[in-house]
């Protein structure tokens, strides 16, 4: 159903927008009070599992289908660099995993989890440390992107690992801050062709007087970021399921002569990158619109999916869920019209 609902499930002014609104709060509120296995059972289509070993056998299977894979350990905001050090371990652990088993993945990391809020100075050390790590395996690293308080860090993260000689690293960037098209003129002018991005919408309900809160206007500024990024020969995911993104992405691909077929053409994108597809590559989330994914797949695009997983599922899963309680929709939209959404 279309609706001209907004995306922070706000009021609208149609009856369309407050049902929705209304149905996401409805099953925030459900899900809080629900028993864990309950959310556990729910959330396993959206999560590998509590340990690498699960993250390990999902990325064997999906491979099959033809995937790559980015992996984010899950984790609540830290509150000790002790904890920072847990992530830097453990995603030490995943690089020797990925490349045990000869799987076609990369790292998304959250810099914020390495301490970059608590102690600047070490949480940069960890970051780094990984990095060089990754860059010594062949592997990428995509730096996610958190809510406005880190927007500024993150992209400074990048450049600094950059101007360390560590371009195995990129930034994602968010549609909805109107901040964003002026991010990816400043990061070209200083990266050129090693420009590396994920581009989304942006999970988090950012306020209105910085970024788009109605879903058109969020859809057109994603397109826009889109175009922009091909044109100052960038890498770019795409992360999207939604069909206007997708769509769009497809004409311009096709516009610059871009796609499965042939090699990237524009003058300005430097070399084909390892691991990485021609230019550009289409992104989702795990349980989320497999049949499109396989779709762009059997068309010869590369697919990247992104690989949640770790202890704090349950809290991960809580969390999400009341910063964009349009997931909630979204996920029983999946449970009830499972045609709308395959796994
Ligand atoms: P929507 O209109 O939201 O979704 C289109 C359809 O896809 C929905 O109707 C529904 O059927 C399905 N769908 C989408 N999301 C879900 C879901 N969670 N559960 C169930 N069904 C769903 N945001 C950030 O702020 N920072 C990041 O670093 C970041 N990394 C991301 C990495 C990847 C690979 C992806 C795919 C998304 C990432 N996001 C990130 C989230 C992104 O910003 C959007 O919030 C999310 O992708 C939904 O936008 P959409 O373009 O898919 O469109």
Redesign the pocket.
């Known amino acids: 159903m279309q609706t001209s609902s907004d995306e922070n499930g706000q009021e609208s002014s149609s009856l369309a927008g407050n049902m929705v609104g209304l149905f996401s709060r409805m099953i925030v509120g459900m899900t809080i009070r629900m028993p864990r296995w309950f959310v556990g059972w729910i959330s396993r289509r ?1 999560v590998a599992g509590p340990d690498l070993e699960d993250a390990v056998k999902v990325m064997q299977r999906l491979s099959k289908e033809g995937a790559c894979f980015t992996i984010d350990v899950l984790g609540e905001d830290i509150t000790s660099m002790d904890e920072a050090s847990f992530f830097l371990e453990e995603y030490k652990r995943v690089i020797m995993a990925i490349s045990e088993n000869h799987l076609d993945a990369n790292l998304s990391i959250k810099p914020t989890a390495f301490g970059l809020l608590l102690d600047r100075e070490k949480g940069m050390d960890n970051i780094e440390a990984l990095v060089a790590m990754a860059s010594s395996h062949d592997m990428f690293v995509r730096l ?2 958190e809510d406005n308080r880190v927007t500024d860090d993150t992209i400074q993260v990048m450049l600094d690992m950059h101007e360390k000689g560590l371009t195995n690293v990129g930034v ?1 960037l ?1 549609a909805r801050l109107f901040r964003t098209i002026a991010d990816i003129k400043d990061i070209a002018m200083k990266l050129g062709p090693n420009a590396d991005y ?1 581009i ?5 309900l950012e306020p209105s007087d910085i970024a788009h809160t109605d879903r058109q206007p969020i859809i057109e500024a994603m397109n826009t970021c889109i175009d922009e990024m091909l044109d100052t020969g960038a890498y770019v995911g795409i ?4 069909h206007p ?1 997708i769509n769009h992405t497809l004409e311009a691909l096709a516009i610059r002569k871009m796609g499965p077929e042939g090699l990237d053409p524009r003058m300005n994108s430097g070399d084909q990158r390892l691991h990485k597809g021609s230019g550009y590559e289409f ?3 795990l349980g ?2 497999g049949p499109l994914r396989r779709k762009l797949h059997a068309k010869g695009h590369r697919t990247r999916v ?1 690989i949640p997983y770790g202890e704090k599922w349950y809290e991960y899963s809580i969390r999400r869920l009341k910063e964009n309680p349009t ?1 909630g929709t ?2 029983a ?2 449970f009830l019209m499972p045609w ?2 395959r796994p």
Do not use: E, P
Request: with cysteine.
């Open positions: 959206y996610d992107m994602v968010q994920r989304c919408k942006g999970i988090y992360a999207s399921h939604d993104v992104q989702m989330l989320v619109r992104y997931i979204q996920v939209k999946a709308t959404n």
